[in-house]
């Protein structure tokens, strides 16, 4: 089982629609759960942080975290075209380490 | 504050050449990191320093070598580039392992886009 897992494939949404982004892992004891945002033949830009169960919002986004069902997503409302980019889901395993998926691209069509 | 720079940015090299990627960051950061990023297997690590001193190796550490100049600066050295080895690199550091958890958030360099022929 791969440490930190994306599995949706692109997803497309309507301007102004909500994008939803989930992301399981495998270590029980991460504490710690990143999401970041890449832009073509750009950087990994950190949107969000969250490291208690429950809900996270900052601004448009919002990050959710249930650590008994080890998953962590991230909602996107009101999407606009700038949030057409790829996230990557990273969480911080017992090593110090983060771990990461391989992101999921997100297209938001005007 | 620049945060994390890298140079350079773009890189040719032919097979057998040696190049080392240069690394610094501005944050007072105790921890640096190096990746790699290839379409289809996500970041990978190569080698990391969780402080001044002190390196480790990562997940893909074979063929590469590193430097912890100093708490800025982390170079990483490719010693006979291979084509395997055409890839983006990104630089990246974070504060510590520290009891704030917001000293794992990791920022990232803008990267070095490197071919090997």
């Known amino acids: 089982q791969k440490e930190v897992e994306q599995n949706s494939g692109p997803l497309s949404v309507p301007e102004g629609a909500i994008a939803s982004l989930n992301c399981t892992y495998s270590d029980r004891v991460s504490q710690s759960f990143f999401w970041y945002r890449q832009y073509s033949g750009k950087s990994p830009e950190l949107i969000m942080s969250?490291?208690?169960?429950g809900d996270k919002e900052d601004g448009r986004f919002t990050a959710q975290l249930n650590k008994a069902s080890q998953y962590v997503s991230l909602l996107i409302r009101d999407s606009q075209p700038s949030d057409s980019a790829t996230y990557l889901c990273?969480?911080?395993?017992?090593?110090?380490?983060?771990?990461f998926g391989k992101g999921n691209q997100v297209v938001v069509i005007p | 504050n620049a945060g994390v720079t890298q140079t350079p940015k773009f890189q040719v090299l032919k097979t057998g050449q040696s190049m080392t990627l240069q690394c610094a960051q501005d944050?007072?950061?105790?921890?640096m990191y190096w990746y790699r990023q290839d379409p289809g297997m996500g970041l990978r690590l190569i080698y990391y320093?969780?402080?001044?001193?002190?390196?480790d190796k990562g997940e893909v550490p074979n063929g590469y070598n590193v430097s912890r100049l100093n708490k800025r600066e982390f170079s990483l050295r490719l010693e006979s580039a291979a084509p395997s080895q055409t890839s983006v690199y990104f630089c990246?550091?974070?504060?510590?392992?520290?009891?704030?958890?917001?000293?794992?958030?990791?920022?990232f360099g803008p990267g070095t886009r490197l071919t090997v022929l």
């Open positions: 990273a969480v911080k395993g017992r090593n110090n380490r983060l771990a």
């Open positions: 944050m007072n950061h105790n921890s």
């Open positions: 990246a550091s974070s504060g510590t392992g520290g009891p704030l958890p917001s000293y794992n958030e990791q920022f």
């Open positions: 320093s969780a402080s001044e001193g002190t390196t």
């Open positions: 969250i490291y208690s169960n």
